[in-house]
């Protein structure tokens, strides 16, 4: 254990020679608390950065561990509670809630036999205004493989078509025909929003109406760029999912053009947005203004 949680910036090349000398490339290495170089918010490291075999953290997991470089400088990751409790952890701010594979499984239950697909969920996916049809396309995949029970698409233009031959089990809406916009909305107990949208007044209009109906509604790409003038009509049930370059969108109006650490891109995201926000990376960080931050830890580069 040569740095602990307490580094900022680079290693100076005292340290840097310090570990290059005793530990690169000799016998299996334990760090204790993070391995010397690594950044503990972010996951950033140093040229020189300690490539440990394991590591112990101490009271709980740090952010940097488990993101980017982070997870190739840990080994495995082992805590030491020091006899506190989870709950205790939880009270003094210092547990890293973890989402892992296990949990997300344990939702999935067989369907009865004389079940039907009105018993599970009515989807609305709006987006793909005339172009990049393949965005609304893998959503739409994804509703099926998931067992949406009902999967209704409003596009418009030249993706209708498309669609129409790729996924004929789907109901498509045109955007304009608004009178069909307005029941699928209506009915839908989910809405979203977002992949190939666009920038036009017709794909305003429709982010608005859904937020405003109040309907559980999950806000992505292309409608994260419309968002800000109309953050003071979001709610609870809203989830904005960010990756980097979004969340540079989202942070634009308020003057910020970069921030260095996940955790405060999260925190300011939260506070001007009034929402789920899950900032998809790496290290996917799920969080909300007032409330616990969780990280999922799974993922690669596949998305």
Known sequence: AV?????????????????SDTLVGKKPIVSLDLPSGLLPDNGQVDKSTVRATHTITV??????????KGRLHTGDIHRLSLGFKDSEL???GTS????DSNMLSERWKNRPADSHKGQFGRLVLIGSFDAYPGAISLAAQAAIQLGIGYTTVISHG???????RAFPS????DAQDHSSVSDALEQAETIAIGPGLGRS?????LLEKSII?????IIDADALHLLYPLRDKLHQRCVLTPHLGEAKALLSPLGIDSMPCREDILEIISQTYQAVIVLKGAMTLIGQNHKNTWVCCQGNPNM
């Open 170 to 173: 789907i109901i498509l809406i």
């Open 158 to 164: 030249s993706t209708i078509p498309s669609m129409l």
């Open 201 to 205: 007044d017709l794909a305003i209009d």
């Open 59 to 68: 009271l709980a997991d740090k952010l940097g561990l488990h993101g980017y």
């Open 3 to 19: 740095l602990g949680i307490g580094i900022q910036g680079p290693l100076s090349e005292h340290y840097r020679n310090m570990i």
């Open 90 to 92: 939880q009270r003094m």
């Open 213 to 217: 109906s109040l309907k559980p509604c």
């Open 96 to 99: 890293l809630q973890s989402v």
